[in-house]
């Protein structure tokens, strides 16, 4: 249990880092354009670099923003869910959660293996399958967090703020 | 099986499960139906790595959290108090605009009222404004500025009503110049409402306007105001893209509340930037996943079928354009924003350009009815924000903000019936 406990300690520590690094990564590559702009025309690389970025960014936060609780719901009424009913319908949503999550998964691991044979570039002679790699592995690890959610109920992030 | 599968989707959603999720859901059972292979999902949701203008929503997200962060919305209230404080109402204009300002700059996501209405109500109550009506401002505040650039859901609806291939087509600069008047209708209905609610003041000290107040708040903000003339400016002048500003934005925002300022800490960045990350991970799957449902919908030539369906029982076009006003804003309150954006835009602008409408209107007509569908009884987000907020009971929140919506649902009236308003500043009325 203690080691399970520590695995995922040390994997919102990574997802955590990555999404910051990612933040500030797309900030410091916004600069860079502004001054290549500025001074005329920047590599023909860093367009494509900021997209991915994005989308790195979009699946990485959304993977945290899972993890804690707080993806966009309707989050009026869960809050007046109580005592038997409220724990079946938080088991639901969980089940229903991650089996939408494995889907995903498995979707974009299909794509990333059909990426992988037609051998196509994004920039640089970076091959495109690896910027989706990381689709799966967000997908994987969402379906993880949506389940774990039935040992225990998301934080509720709507407290009055002190 | 239709019915059905609606059904367990809605409850579902009641009980709490993620927007995207049913969203996916949605799109994978479509596909799965029409007999495609399930990773068309993924090919779509990697779209979201395809398109230059949303790099922009992390950018503008970034600079919207740092700045909410730092005492930027103070100075903004100190400033514009100084400015126009002196007049009947001046308090209660100061929030209006600020307010306006800030939404435009960090979307609906109730941060308004977190941010600046607790600078605001405090100073409100202390111009003896009544609580009412303070209550009921701050509440409405957060649902001012949608229609004003940069605002992410105008970006978001843009991004999808170009996947539609409408005529004319969408573009998102042309939706911020639309958004100008519609948004300064608002403004301008609400701060005369201010004026006739404003406390007789019987100092006259107070009422005077003070030039050395009024210099030294614009000094105190000399670092910030340059960023909405710069921002709007290259915007509304169409001499920068979307991204370009939002990179601007960013990167002078960081410049002064991180390096000139240092109003934030070294070490708070990584949180801050965790945080604001984390919301535009929330938009953007959803926006990835509707990417495939409006795909799927499309091909299942759902929204022409809809089309048929609504031309045969109604006819006329005031009466069409009523029933969606009503559409729109019930689910504007239970979708809150993004949501609703991404899944009814594919659904009913079809139907509103079948009637006739141009699309950049019906999208000042579909956020505007949104952004008030947010603090809508009894379900708007908003209502909810300002309660907990504030702690008030949520049934005080709607008595106090109900004549701010009626105010703002005839504004919406006059968006929805007279396309001049949104139209005049494209040149295509």
């Known amino acids: 249990m203690r080691f399970l406990r520590g695995l995922a300690d040390g994997v919102a ?13 797309l900030l410091i590559a916004a600069a860079a354009q502004l001054g290549f702009r500025f001074f005329g025309s920047g590599p023909v690389w860093l367009d494509p670099l900021m997209r991915t970025a994005t989308l790195w960014l979009a699946l990485v936060g959304a993977l945290v923003a899972t993890r804690e609780g707080r993806q966009l719901q309707i989050d009026v009424l869960t809050r007046y869910l109580r005592g038997w009913f409220g724990h079946a319908a938080r088991i639901l949503v969980a089940l229903f959660t991650a089996g939408i999550c494995a889907l995903l998964a498995h979707a974009s691991w299909t794509l990333v293996q059909l990426e992988y044979e037609s051998g196509t570039e994004i920039f640089a002679g970076l091959p495109n399958w690896w910027a989706l790699a990381i689709m799966p592995v967000v997908f994987t690890l969402m379906t993880v967090h949506a389940l774990s959610f039935i040992a225990h109920p998301a934080p509720d992030h709507l407290q009055p703020t002190p | ?61 970034l600079a919207g959290y740092l700045l909410s962060e730092s005492a930027a919305p103070q100075r903004l209230v100190r ?93 998102v600069d042309d939706l911020f110049l639309a958004g100008i008047i519609p948004g300064m209708l608002m403004l301008t209905v609400l701060a005369i ?73 070294i070490t708070r960045l990584p949180a801050i930037v965790r945080e ?32 048929a369906w609504v031309q045969e029982h109604v006819t006329q076009k005031w009466l069409f354009l009523l029933a969606l006003n009503a559409f729109l804003l019930f689910f504007g309150m239970l979708l809150e924003g993004y949501p609703a954006i991404v899944v009814l835009t594919p659904l009913v602008l079809p139907i509103a350009t079948g009637y006739g409408m141009d699309p950049v209107h019906f999208g000042i007509l579909f956020l505007a009815n949104l952004q008030i569908g947010l603090f809508l ?30 105010l703002l649902f005839a504004c919406v009236l006059a968006i929805t019936y007279i396309p001049w308003l949104s139209l005049v500043l494209l040149q295509r009325p």
């Open chain 1, 13 to 25: 520590w990574i997802e955590n880092a990555l999404l910051a690094s990612l933040g500030l990564g």
């Open chain 2, 193 to 265: 409402y201010a004026i006739t609610q404003s406390p007789k003041i019987n100092n006259p000290e107070e009422k005077r306007f003070d030039w050395r107040a009024a210099r030294a708040a614009i000094i105190d903000a000399k670092w910030e105001l340059p960023l909405p003339i710069l921002v709007l400016g290259g915007i509304y002048s169409g001499r920068i893209a979307p991204s370009e500003a939002a990179a601007l934005t960013a990167v002078y925002v960081f410049l002064v509340t991180v390096v000139i300022r240092r109003e934030i800490k």
């Open chain 2, 79 to 171: 400033m514009t108090q100084a400015l126009v404080g002196w007049m009947p109402g001046g308090l209660a204009i100061v929030a209006l605009v600020a307010s306006a300002l800030f939404t435009a700059l960090t979307g609906a996501s109730g941060v308004t009222i977190v941010a600046l209405g607790a600078v605001l109500f405090p100073a409100l109550l202390q111009a003896h404004y009544s609580e009412r009506f303070s209550l009921g401002l701050v509440t409405a505040s957060g649902s001012l500025g949608l229609l004003f650039a940069p605002s992410l859901p105008l970006i978001i609806y843009g991004v999808v009503a170009q996947q539609l291939n409408t005529t004319p087509r969408v573009s």
């Open chain 2, 377 to 406: 009884a009894p379900l708007g987000m908003n209502l909810f924000i300002t309660s907990y907020r504030f702690r008030k009971p949520v049934t005080e929140v709607i008595r106090a903000s109900w004549p701010f919506f009626v």
């Open chain 2, 276 to 307: 604001a990350m984390m919301l535009v991970g929330g938009i953007l799957l959803i926006l990835g996943v509707a990417f495939a449902l409006t795909n799927y919908l499309i091909d299942a030539e759902i929204p022409t079928q809809l089309f």
């Open chain 2, 1 to 61: 099986m239709i019915w059905f599968i609606a059904l367990a989707l809605l409850a579902l959603g009641l009980m709490g499960a993620p927007f995207f999720a049913l969203i996916a859901a949605l799109a994978l059972m479509g596909f799965y139906g029409q007999g495609y292979d399930l990773a068309i999902v993924a090919v779509e949701i990697n779209r979201l790595g395809e398109m230059p203008v949303l790099v922009a929503i992390p950018l503008f997200t």
